[in-house]
T-cell receptor
Framework: DAGVTQSPTHLIKTRGQQVTLRCSPK?????VSWYQQALGQGPQFIFQ???????QRGNFPDRFSGHQFPNYSSELNVNALLLGDSALYLC?????????????FGPGTRLTVT | LAKTTQPISMDSYEGQEVNITCSHN???????ITWYQQFPSQGPRFIIQ???TKVTNEVASLFIPADRKSSTLSLPRVSLSDTAVYYC??????????????FGAGTRLAVHP
């Protein structure tokens, strides 16, 4: 049973560019959440998708957008990259009918903005 | 959401029991207490969750006093592989599965030989 997978593993972009990160949830899960983790800090919630809609959003600007597909996979898009967007981006999946706080995280995508 | 406070770092030695305490003075009636573990360059991993008294699984125990204003994660006989960051989270379990996880800075546990 595959867990949460994310691609790519690492990414280097230049300031001002756009980036798309991808996530496939754990089998049987229908909800995908995205988190940003800066070095030395805890993950910060970006947004959550369920039934192909954004259900909740954290304190992140509109440059951060997402999408969920019918197969429950998800994308995170970041436009007009800033140096401060350099971080580990984590995807977590869960099942609406399951334990709210047992979310399964992927290994993350390390984004470096130069 | 209730704010949590936990030590920034802790040191231990192999074979010892480690107790990490988390304070959550503003915990609400519907809130559960959950702990996650994170290894370097990996995503956090769910360890244990509880509401009151004591919960034990194959990895850890969670002790919650009657007032629920704090909780203690207990790791028995730690090994070098337990070196990680441990996060205490407090939040509502009754919101239909849409909840977001609010992480603090966590406790960096270093286990020494």
């Amino acid at each position: 049973d595959a867990g949460v997978t994310q691609s790519p593993t690492h990414l280097i972009k230049t300031r001002g560019q756009q980036v798309t990160l991808r996530c496939s949830p754990k089998s049987g899960h229908d909800t995908v959440s995205w988190y940003q983790q800066a070095l030395g800090q805890g993950p910060q919630f970006i947004f959550q998708y369920y039934e192909e809609e954004e259900r909740q959003r954290g304190n992140f600007p509109d440059r951060f957008s997402g999408h969920q597909f019918p197969n429950y996979s998800s994308e995170l898009n970041v436009n007009a990259l800033l140096l401060g967007d350099s971080a580990l981006y984590l995807c977590a999946s869960s099942f609406v009918g399951g334990s709210t706080y047992e979310q399964y995280f992927g290994p993350g995508t390390r984004l470096t903005v130069t | 959401l209730a704010k949590t406070t936990q030590p920034i770092s802790m040191d231990s030695y192999e074979g010892q029991e480690v107790n990490i305490t988390c304070s959550h003075n503003n915990i609400a009636t519907n809130d559960y207490i959950t702990w996650y573990q994170q290894f370097p360059s990996q995503g956090p991993r769910f360890i244990i969750q509880g509401y009151k008294t004591k919960v034990t699984n194959e990895v850890a125990s969670l002790f919650i006093p009657a007032d629920r204003k704090s909780s203690t994660l207990s790791l028995p006989r730690v090994s070098l592989s337990d070196t990680a960051v441990y996060y205490c989270l407090v939040g509502d379990m009754l919101s239909g599965g849409y909840n977001k996880l609010i992480f603090g800075a966590g406790t960096r546990l270093a286990v020494h030989p």
